[in-house]
T-cell receptor, first 111, second 117 residues
Framework: GDSVTQMEGPVTLSEEAFLTINCTYT??????LFWYVQYPGEGLQLLLK?????DKGSNKGFEATYRKETTSFHLEKGSVQVSDSAVYFC??????????FGQGTRLTINP | DAGITQSPRHKVTETGTPVTLRCHQT?????MYWYRQDPGHGLRLIHY???????DKGEVSDGYSVSRSKTEDFLLTLESATSSQTSVYFC????????????????FGAGSRLTVL
């Protein structure tokens, strides 16, 4: 079945560092891809999405490009802030409204 | 905020007891979901609903049942709780189009933390 694999965490960076969180997927067909973020004590929120190959999703300085050839959707940000500390989930969906999530990557940004 | 309320937010119970978690939405969305979140597993789908009295199983449905008698409420029941069901449970609603939509955006509740002793 469909699956999503994220880089192992936790990830700790200093403020203003460059961030990459890797995400690869396995799916039949052409899924939509998502990044969700979970701040402490809260539910997940959609961060960005891409619905077809070569699409780039972006929001709050974060970006991810749908790469069909490498089945990847890596999350990047050029300069992270302490407020970006959270757990990040990569996910895919195709049909029937069912999202499949990766295991999550905990990000901590130190001032 | 998409108007999703989960209750209770925290519950401690003993093995073998029944537990019901409630998800209430205020925006009349058709699709609702129950996920559980466990370390190293991300979120896994338990059950989902595509309308009143219309529900289906997700990938980890064993030991759980659901009911949806009204559009706004989606109940998750553990008939006889076990320690393996200790988890954080999230309800979600779909705020985009129907099954063929390519951009399935979910909005999540704040979660219900269940501890089974």
């Amino acid at each position: 079945g469909d699956s999503v694999t994220q880089m192992e965490g936790p990830v700790t960076l200093s403020e203003e560092a460059f961030l990459t969180i890797n995400c690869t997927y396995t799916a039949t067909g052409y899924p939509s891809l998502f990044w969700y973020v979970q701040y402490p004590g809260e539910g997940l929120q959609l961060l960005l999405k891409a619905t077809k190959a070569d699409d780039k999703g972006s929001n709050k300085g974060f970006e991810a490009t749908y790469r069909k050839e490498t089945t990847s959707f890596h999350l990047e940000k050029g300069s992270v802030q302490v407020s970006d500390s959270a757990v990040y989930f990569c996910a895919l969906a195709q049909g029937a409204q069912k999202l499949v999530f990766g295991q999550g990557t905990r990000l901590t940004i130190n001032p | 905020d998409a108007g999703i309320t989960q209750s209770p937010r925290h519950k401690v119970t003993e093995t073998g007891t029944p537990v019901t978690l409630r998800c209430h939405q205020t925006e009349n969305h058709r699709y609702m979901y129950w996920y559980r979140q466990d370390p190293g597993h991300g979120l896994r789908l338990i059950h989902y609903s595509y309308g009143v009295k219309d529900t289906d199983k997700g990938e980890v449905s064993d030991g759980y049942s659901v009911s949806r008698s009204k559009t706004e409420d989606f109940l998750l029941t553990l008939e006889s709780a076990t320690s393996s069901q200790t988890s954080v449970y999230f309800c979600a609603i779909s705020v985009t189009g129907g099954p063929t939509s390519g951009a399935n955006v979910l909005t999540f509740g704040a979660g219900s933390r269940l501890t089974v002793l």
